[in-house]
Antibody, heavy 119, light 109 residues
Framework: QLRLQESGPGLVKPSETLSLTCTVSGGSISSSVYYWGWIRHPPGKGLEWIGNMYYSGNNFYNPSLKSPVTISKDTSKNQFSLKLSSVTAADTAVYYC???????????WGQGALVTVSS | SSELTQDPAVSVALGQTVRITCQGDTLRSYYASWYQQKPGQAPVLVMYGQDNRPSGIPDRFSGSSSGNTASLTITGARAEDEADYYCNSRDSSYDHLEVFGTGTKVTVL
């Protein structure tokens, strides 16, 4: 069974960089069939798509995000990562990593990681 | 970018039927996926495509789509169906982008 697990600091200062890693077990992030995404859930608000990473190496990000986003991968560790630069309090959220399949959506999700942006 | 609009909240009596809708122009081009999220838990995919349920999702959940509206119907609602529900689809302006709906809180009375 596929498992995804987010990890990273739970507290980030304003203007600094938020960094999270998603460790995948039970499947390879190098599969050309799936894509890998990050989604967040700010407190009291709805889900917000952050971006997706594809096997081809192409990544796509939500153009509405105010903080610059980068998704990268480490295939040797079967991990992919999220970096959000110059964060503000508005970036406080539970961050999820997930596996997607074209035409299906995100079938497998991590348990989520709460990141608070505060000085 | 595209937007998907949902009613903020709906309620349903135990055992009755409730339909949750999701509206957006992108749904004229793409199907929606639907997620159930309970407090403190990760979202769970409950419906995708025209009317496809992932393994393990009860058949009381069904989906449909017409024009710019996608719907998720729960027939014979149970107490454990009380949750937030989100639709999700591709962005019609550029299909590698995605968008989530605003979410609907379903209360089972």
């Amino acid at each position: 069974q596929l498992r995804l697990q987010e990890s990273g600091p739970g507290l980030v200062k304003p203007s600094e960089t938020l960094s999270l890693t998603c460790t995948v077990s039970g499947g390879s992030i190098s599969s050309s069939v799936y894509y890998w995404g990050w989604i967040r859930h700010p407190p009291g608000k709805g889900l917000e798509w952050i971006g997706n990473m594809y096997y081809s190496g192409n990544n796509f990000y939500n153009p509405s995000l105010k903080s610059p986003v980068t998704i990268s991968k480490d295939t040797s560790k079967n991990q992919f990562s999220l970096k959000l630069s110059s964060v503000t309090a508005a970036d406080t959220a539970v961050y999820y990593c997930a596996r997607g399949y074209r035409g299906m959506g995100f079938e497998f999700w991590g348990q989520g990681a709460l990141v608070t942006v505060s000085s | 970018s595209s937007e998907l609009t949902q009613d903020p909240a709906v309620s349903v009596a135990l055992g009755q039927t409730v339909r949750i809708t999701c509206q957006g122009d992108t749904l004229r081009s793409y199907y929606a996926s639907w997620y159930q999220q309970k407090p403190g838990q990760a979202p769970v995919l409950v419906m995708y495509g025209q009317d496809n349920r992932p393994s393990g999702i009860p058949d009381r959940f069904s989906g449909s789509s017409s024009g710019n509206t996608a719907s998720l119907t729960i027939t014979g609602a149970r107490a454990e169906d009380e949750a937030d529900y989100y639709c999700n689809s591709r962005d019609s302006s550029y299909d590698h982008l995605e968008v989530f709906g605003t979410g609907t809180k379903v209360t089972v009375l």
